[in-house]
């Protein structure tokens, strides 16, 4: 089974900094299958990025997701970072007719 | 305005059940897979089950698969999940959320609800 290893755990940044969160698989997946999700205590997760690079509707274009075709490494970039931004990045994969979640990446001021 | 409101989580014992429910507007779930994802306390995301929209064929995790089970009620335009057998470990705040497949074999959740928490204890 896919494992999903984000790193760093926690990434302690200032706003106007720019933050790098990576996922790296256990083994080669599809670009199409890697999203990215912002979550927020007491809130519902928002999806950030889908197809590892396209961003989601609403999403502002500081996020940018990189990786294509197929691989084991795809990087969340976040630019000029904003005091909203401050929150818990998963990854997720979807992989053997199921959906597989990072650990997640704590982004703190 | 597209939307997903939980309810049904609450406190139950060790071996009892509890069925969430997932109500959406703004858009017809019969028309989507949708799926339930669940967040222990201090945990991750972990995705639980996924249901197709034209087949209605469900997929769960391992750790849930005998014991939950997902349907729909299009009618109602309500999603549900029938959860059997609890245990303390699948003590969680419940995430509905829309299961985005494109025909280009792009996959996310695009829509999520806020959650329902269901506690399992004695």
């Known amino acids: 089974e896919i494992v999903l290893t984000q790193s760093p755990g926690t990434l302690s940044l200032s706003p106007g900094e720019s933050a790098t969160l990576s996922c790296r698989a256990s083994?080669?997946?599809?670009?199409?299958?890697l999203a990215w999700y912002q979550h927020k205590p007491g809130q519902a997760p928002r999806l950030l990025i889908y197809?590892?690079?396209?961003?989601a509707t609403g999403v502002p274009d500081r996020f940018t997701g990189s990786g294509s075709g197929s691989g084991t490494d795809f990087t969340l970039t976040i630019s000029r970072l904003e005091p909203e931004d401050f929150a818990v990045y998963y990854c997720?994969?979807?992989?053997?007719?199921?959906?597989?979640f990072g650990r997640g990446t704590k982004l703190e001021i | 305005q597209v939307q997903l409101v939980e309810s049904g989580g609450g406190l139950v014992k060790p071996g009892g059940s509890l069925r969430l429910s997932c109500a959406a507007s703004?858009?017809?779930?019969?028309?989507?897979?949708m799926g339930w994802v669940r967040q222990a306390p201090g945990k991750g995301l972990e995705w639980v089950s996924s249901?197709?929209?034209?087949?209605?064929?469900?997929n769960y995790a391992d750790s849930v698969k005998g014991r939950f089970t997902i349907f729909r009620d299009n009618a109602k335009n309500s999603l549900y999940l029938e959860m059997n057998s609890l245990r303390p470990e699948d003590s969680a705040v419940y995430y509905c959320?829309?299961?985005?497949?494109?025909?280009?074999?792009?996959?996310?959740?695009?829509?999520w609800g806020k959650g329902t928490t269901v506690t399992v204890s004695s």
């Open positions: 959320a829309r299961d985005k497949r494109e025909k280009n074999h792009i996959y996310y959740m695009d829509v």
């Open positions: 703004g858009f017809s779930l019969s028309d989507h897979y």
């Open positions: 249901l197709s929209s034209t087949t209605n064929y469900p």
């Open positions: 083994q080669t997946v599809s670009s199409s299958f």
């Open positions: 197809g590892a690079s396209s961003r």
């Open positions: 997720q994969q979807f992989g053997t007719s199921r959906y597989i």
